[in-house]
């Protein structure tokens, strides 16, 4: 039971973090490599079959009948978040990150008032996948995943941050305000940005006092030509540019250590702090072990997934997509509570993608994220 698990392996997590044990250790690590690199979906859902609410043998991925459920996915998080603090390692906010705005956030209506259970990554409209729905519901018997996001959204927050010794770790790209205390010494911090839809980030660092602290910023799996810490996906379009770095206004070089861009430096005052993340589509595959992905291809941007839904593609079931394609975007206020959307040009005329999250807000029909590729 994909759910459970996740609770559970969070709990051996914690035992083997408070009681230094090895055994947890090395049998949580197995856990966790297993489901990225054979278990998960590109959206960061687990748990695919509907029978049991269970994960499936190694690269078990239907997409029509996938499970999903949106408490797998919160659950997933906090067990990422456990490895983290465990570790220190990027790799799990690089899971947490992608769960966060794909495979979790469709569980939710953009007005908050109806929930998929399980969470499908194909739909014809028909198949009533989601509890006796072909969209989202109001209520189920059993309404874990209503009541699990309405505790997990204000949870949010203390995702973004982390420290260690003088490591003050920016871990998610999200408008903020907080207060950090290191070693004693208050750090006021907050984010300015319009991330997802664009890679740039503006921090603001200040202290009344002089505070060594080394700054990291995860440099995000997407913007590295990562799909997931695993083969199990792959870009097979050029990973975007370096980004930028700005401190108060000027250009400075840095490295990266374990994933995350390092600014070492004594903080005093306040100091303003600018990422630029070149932002593109990429267009991934799957592993050809993925029975259902292959011959197909899925599109990205940033660190969002993207579907084909019936509600603007009146074809959909002839689309075809290419690698080499010279996709478009442009971001829409007012459409489905403002997203960027991905428009295309196959072989039977344009087509448009919007954020799998938005999905099935506008009622029931077909849905695709893996899409045929253009022969």
Same mark, same amino acid.
């Given at each position: 039971?994909?759910v459970?698990?996740?609770?559970?392996y969070?709990?051996?997590?914690?035992?083997?973090?408070?009681y230094?044990?090895?055994?947890?250790?090395? +049998?949580?690590?197995?856990?966790w490599?297993?489901?990225?690199?054979?278990?998960?979906?590109?959206?960061?859902?687990?748990?695919?079959?509907?029978?049991g609410?269970?994960f499936?043998?190694?690269?078990?991925?239907?997409?029509?009948?996938?499970?999903?459920e949106?408490?797998a996915?919160?659950?997933?998080?906090?067990?990422?978040h456990?490895?983290?603090m465990?570790?220190?390692?990027?790799?799990?906010?690089?899971?947490?990150?992608?769960?966060?705005?794909?495979?979790l956030?469709?569980?939710l209506s953009?007005?908050?008032k109806?929930?998929?259970?399980?969470?499908?990554l194909e739909s014809?409209?028909v198949y009533?996948f989601?509890?006796?729905?072909?969209?989202?519901?109001?209520?189920?018997?059993c309404?874990?995943?209503?009541?699990?996001?309405?505790?997990?959204?204000p949870?949010?927050?203390?995702?973004?941050y982390?420290?260690?010794?003088h490591?003050?770790?920016?871990?998610?790209?999200?408008?903020n305000?907080?207060?950090?205390?290191?070693?004693?010494?208050?750090?006021?911090?907050?984010?300015?940005?319009?991330?997802p839809?664009?890679g740039?980030?503006e921090?603001?660092?200040?202290?009344n006092t002089a505070?060594?602290?080394?700054?990291?910023?995860?440099?995000p799996?997407?913007?590295?030509g990562e799909?997931?810490?695993?083969?199990?996906?792959?870009?097979?379009?050029?990973?975007?540019?370096?980004?930028?770095?700005?401190?108060?206004?000027?250009?400075?070089?840095w490295?990266l250590?374990?994933?995350y861009?390092?600014?070492?430096r004594?903080?005093?005052?306040?100091?303003?702090?600018?990422?630029?993340f070149?932002?593109?589509?990429?267009?991934v595959?799957?592993?050809e072990?993925?029975a259902?992905?292959?011959g197909?291809?899925a599109?990205e941007?940033?660190?969002?997934?993207?579907a084909?839904e019936?509600?603007?593609?009146?074809?959909?079931?002839?689309?075809?997509? +290419?690698?080499?394609?010279?996709?478009?975007?442009?971001?829409?206020p007012g459409?489905?509570?403002?997203?960027?959307?991905?428009f295309?040009?196959?072989?039977?005329?344009s087509?448009?993608?919007i954020?799998?999250?938005?999905?099935?807000n506008r009622?029931a029909?077909?849905?695709?994220?893996?899409?045929?590729?253009?022969?």
């Open positions: 039971h994909a459970r698990a996740m609770y559970m969070a709990g051996m997590t914690d035992i083997a973090a408070i230094h044990d090895s055994a947890y250790a090395s +049998a949580v690590n197995k856990l490599e297993n489901m990225v690199s054979k278990k998960m979906y590109i959206t960061g859902g687990i748990g695919a079959l509907h029978q609410e269970a499936g043998a190694n690269y078990e991925l239907p997409n029509k009948t996938a499970y999903n949106t408490c996915s919160i659950g997933d998080v906090y067990w990422n456990r490895l983290f465990l570790y220190g390692a990027k790799k799990y906010y690089d899971v947490i990150e992608r769960t966060l705005y794909n495979g956030l469709s569980g953009l007005d908050g109806q929930f998929f259970y399980p969470n499908a014809d409209g009533p989601n509890q006796g729905a072909c969209t989202r519901k109001s209520w189920f018997d309404s874990c995943c209503p009541t699990n996001l309405i505790r997990f959204i949870a949010i927050p203390g995702l973004i982390a420290k260690h010794d490591d003050l770790y920016v871990n998610l790209y999200v408008g305000e907080a207060e950090v205390d290191m070693n004693g010494q208050l750090i006021r911090i907050s984010q300015r940005t319009n991330y839809w664009n740039q980030v921090l603001t660092v200040s202290s505070v060594p602290i080394n700054l990291k910023l995860r440099l799996g997407w913007a590295s799909v997931l810490p695993s083969d199990l996906y792959t870009y097979i379009s050029l990973a975007p540019e370096p980004p930028a770095v700005h401190i108060d206004g000027e250009k400075v070089p490295e250590e374990g994933g861009i390092i600014l070492p004594t903080w005093e005052g306040s100091h303003t702090v600018t990422l630029d070149p932002m593109r589509v990429q267009v595959r799957g592993s072990q993925i259902e992905d292959r197909k291809l599109l941007y940033g660190p969002i997934v993207y084909l019936e509600a603007d593609n009146p074809a959909i079931d002839v689309v075809t997509i +290419a690698p080499d394609e010279n996709y478009q975007v442009a971001f829409q459409f489905l509570n403002g997203v960027v959307e991905i295309g040009a196959g072989p039977i005329g087509f448009k993608a954020p799998y999250y938005a999905w099935s009622g029909g077909k849905m695709k994220v893996w899409i045929p590729a253009t022969p």
